[in-house]
């Protein structure tokens, strides 16, 4: 099982991004999925997660700013990311619940 981030980058203030996030092996279809993001000196936090169903839950802070999706035929789960802050710099993964596995993160850096 092995997750590929990508789609992280430099963006002013006010942009936006998508990230991606491709599955290899056989659990992204049933499986609940997440993006999760880590500051520099600070925890990981949850950012979104998605039911294998497409239930969708967000952090309060970036609910109406992000947007959480997955597509099953291509194995690929999405972050797309609106009005982006300087507070929004971090590296963003995302996880497979089950057997709980990390991709390897991509960088998101926004500019004031």
């Known amino acids: 099982v092995q997750l590929q981030a990508s789609g992280g980058g430099l963006v002013q203030a006010g942009g936006s991004l998508r990230l991606s996030c491709a599955a290899s092996?056989?659990?992204?279809?049933?499986?609940?999925m997440g993006w999760y993001r880590q500051a520099p000196g600070k925890q990981r936090e949850l950012v979104a997660h998605?039911?294998?169903?497409?239930?969708?839950n967000y952090a309060s802070s970036l609910k109406g700013r992000f947007t959480i999706s997955r597509d099953n035929a291509k194995n690929t789960l999405y972050l797309q990311m609106n009005s982006l802050k300087p507070e929004d710099t971090a590296v963003y993964y995302c996880?497979?619940?089950?057997?709980?596995?990390w991709g390897q993160g991509t960088l998101v850096t926004v500019s004031s």
């Open positions: 996880y497979a619940y089950r057997p709980g596995v």
């Open positions: 092996g056989s659990i992204f279809v049933t499986n609940d």
């Open positions: 998605i039911t294998s169903g497409g239930t969708t």
